[in-house]
T-cell receptor
């Protein structure tokens, strides 16, 4: 079973509108973290936002917010007031502890967001 | 402060040749990760190091792949011999070992093409 599922291969949004990118996850680790990364066409991976499994409030970073619904195991990224520069691939990732005691990131397949004028 | 540095940024080589990718992590980070990104398989973790010691190499696809970290500021990923199916973007990432959220900082990647 996939640990991170991003069901939207592509999303379109008009400039200045809000958009939600979906992410569901699967883990039995009670202490885990969820990340969103942005990959523009230039290729670099840019960290956007983080949510810890014990955090009571949804994370926010500027125009980015994470809609964390623990019972539903979802961690959707909300981008408010979209800008043309938001056009990119977006990856959801989960940090969980391995049997070794170390933690690594598992990435979803990504969602391509296109923002139109 | 400089980010993660990778070289070369692009590599084109012929099947059968040896390829060496290089990475310099962020100073003070004690974890280093190597990933491979392809359209078919997405972003895959190949191997990671803690304090220069390989912790888990279960993601390394074959014996043709090897990685080393001789010191805290340098790591290599070597493919010998290379094959066309190794064509991908290879990322190096590093992070600190203390303090949530343990976010990983990625290098710009090396785009490898094997013909």
């Amino acid at each position: 079973a996939q640990k991170i599922t991003q069901t939207q291969p592509g999303m379109f949004v008009q400039e200045k509108e809000a958009v939600t990118l979906d992410c569901t996850y699967d883990t039995s680790d009670p202490s885990y973290g969820l990340f969103w990364y942005k990959q523009p066409s230039s290729g670099e991976m840019i960290f956007l936002i983080y949510q810890g499994s014990y955090d009571q409030q949804n994370a926010t970073e500027g125009r980015y917010s994470l809609n964390f619904q623990k019972a539903r195991k979802s961690a959707n990224l909300v981008i408010s007031a979209s800008q043309l520069g938001d056009s990119a691939m977006y990856f959801c990732a989960m940090r969980e502890a391995m049997n070794s005691g170390y933690s690594t990131l598992t990435f979803g397949k990504g969602t391509m967001l296109l923002v139109s004028p | 402060d400089a980010g993660v540095i990778q070289s070369p940024r692009h590599e084109v080589t012929e099947m059968g040749q040896e390829v060496t990718l290089r990475c310099k992590p962020i100073s003070g980070h004690d974890y280093l990760f190597w990933y491979r990104q392809t359209m078919m398989r997405g972003l895959e973790l190949l191997i990671y190091f803690n304090n220069n010691v390989p912790i888990d190499d279960s993601g390394m696809p074959e014996d043709r792949f090897s990685a080393k970290m001789p010191n805290a500021s340098f790591s290599t990923l070597k493919i010998q011999p290379s094959e066309p199916r190794d064509s991908a973007v290879y990322f190096c990432a590093s992070r600190t070992g203390t303090g949530d959220p343990y976010e990983q900082y990625f290098g710009p990647g090396t785009r490898l093409t094997v013909t």
